[in-house]
């Protein structure tokens, strides 16, 4: 399992994100009890702005790994990014909110690396 996860690390760093997530969804299928794979096929997820998916996978890693830190990071991130969407969608709806400006604003200034771990 060490060996295959590593191997998805390396796919992932050197530009072969589908092959990563290949690598990450079998070992979930043949180590559904390791939550460190569901956390880099998230953040493969988010990459490709799969916001959705990446959020069940951190999930996972979550409940199969409750103190595992580096995930609920990146369930922050996700979070923080779904909240942009969904308040960007509202500033368009309504641009008179005062409200919606400084969350958006608030969101442009964290690190563009979010979810990336």
Same mark, same amino acid.
């Given at each position: 399992a060490?060996?295959? /996860?590593?191997k998805?690390?390396?796919?992932?760093? $050197? #530009?072969?994100?589908?092959?990563?997530s290949?690598? /990450?969804?079998?070992?979930t299928?043949?180590?559904?009890?390791?939550?460190?794979?569901?956390n $880099?096929? +998230?953040?493969? !997820?988010?990459a490709? @702005?799969? *916001?959705?998916? &990446? =959020? +069940?996978?951190l999930?996972? +890693?979550?409940?199969l790994?409750?103190g595992y &830190?580096?995930? !609920?990071q $990146?369930l #922050?991130?996700?979070?923080?990014? *779904?909240? @942009?969407k969904?308040?960007? =969608?509202? *500033?368009?709806?309504?641009?008179?909110?005062?409200?919606?400006?400084?969350k958006?604003?608030?969101?442009?200034?964290?690190?563009?690396?979010?979810?990336? =771990?």
């Amino acid at each position: 399992a060490q060996l295959r /996860f590593l191997k998805g690390v390396a796919q992932s760093q $050197n #530009g072969q994100p589908d092959a990563a997530s290949a690598t /990450f969804t079998a070992l979930t299928q043949d180590y559904p009890e390791l939550p460190e794979p569901y956390n $880099n096929l +998230a953040v493969l !997820h988010a990459a490709a @702005g799969n *916001l959705g998916q &990446a =959020r +069940a996978a951190l999930e996972t +890693a979550l409940r199969l790994s409750p103190g595992y &830190a580096t995930a !609920h990071q $990146n369930l #922050g991130d996700i979070y923080a990014r *779904l909240a @942009g969407k969904a308040w960007a =969608r509202a *500033l368009e709806l309504n641009p008179a909110d005062p409200a919606l400006r400084p969350k958006l604003q608030i969101l442009q200034q964290l690190p563009s690396e979010a979810a990336t =771990r």
